[in-house]
T-cell receptor
Framework: AQSVAQPEDQVNVAEGNPLTVKCTYS??????LFWYVQYPNRGLQFLLK??????LVKGSYGFEAEFNKSQTSFHLKKPSALVSDSALYFC?????????????FGQGTTLQVKP | NAGVTQTPKFRVLKTGQSMTLLCAQD?????MYWYRQDPGMGLRLIHY???????AKGEVPDGYNVSRLKKQNFLLGLESAAPSQTSVYFC????????????FGPGTRLTVT
């Protein structure tokens, strides 16, 4: 079965330190992978995606993610965390055929950045 | 562009009542989706549509119906609300030509008592 997992419910990091939010996936075929961010009482916002090509993908707000095929992982990273990065982060993978665009989401990881 | 909008933002229903949630997008997207978000469970797909007049079931369709009579609108209906349907509902859309990132509405918080 196709799935995506975020093993950490919450990640705590001090402002200015690097952060990593973990994601692993299980899909058949080549994965299309995404990260979204959700601020309180808001909808999800797209951060970045991996479709093909360079394993290091850069996205919005200074975030990047590294695709690792052998480890089936797509971890979200940022070199220097900001308090304003505190939010709920979702990893997602496209499933099914290309003519539906369906995604399945991980359960989400709360990122808390402390001053 | 307004992007994806949802109406209403909040609603409280009694068990057994019915209601319709409206999603509208002005990006001319072909594909639209309804999700529910519950704590610790991420987003789960309820129903989706790949075009006007077509709908399909997602992961958790029971108790919900949908309609896509116009390309820009996607309606989610609850015929007889149950407390288990208390949740935050999100609509999303994406283009068929590039079915990658989905664009989300702000959500509807529904409480069924």
């Amino acid at each position: 079965a196709q799935s995506v997992a975020q093993p950490e419910d919450q990640v705590n990091v001090a402002e200015g330190n690097p952060l990593t939010v973990k994601c692993t996936y299980s899909v058949s075929g080549n994965p299309y992978l995404f990260w979204y961010v959700q601020y309180p009482n808001r909808g999800l916002q797209f951060l970045l995606k991996y479709i093909t090509g360079d394993n290091l993908v850069k996205g919005s707000y200074g975030f990047e993610a590294e695709f690792n095929k052998s480890q089936t992982s797509f971890h979200l990273k940022k070199p220097s965390a900001l308090v304003s990065d505190s939010a709920l982060y979702f990893c997602a993978v496209r499933v099914g055929s290309s003519n539906t665009g369906k995604l399945i989401f991980g359960q989400g990881t709360t990122l808390q950045v402390k001053p | 562009n307004a992007g994806v909008t949802q109406t209403p933002k909040f609603r409280v229903l009694k068990t057994g009542q019915s209601m319709t949630l409206l999603c509208a997008q002005d990006m001319n997207h072909e594909y639209m989706y309804w999700y529910r978000q519950d704590p610790g469970m991420g987003l789960r797909l309820i129903h989706y549509s790949v075009g006007e007049g077509t709908t399909a079931k997602g992961e958790v369709p029971d108790g919900y119906n949908v309609s896509r009579l116009k390309k820009q609108n996607f309606l989610l209906g609850l015929e007889s609300a149950a407390p288990s349907q208390t949740s935050v509902y999100f609509c999303a859309s994406t283009s068929a030509g590039q079915t990658y990132e989905q664009y989300f509405g702000p959500g509807t918080r529904l409480t069924v008592t």
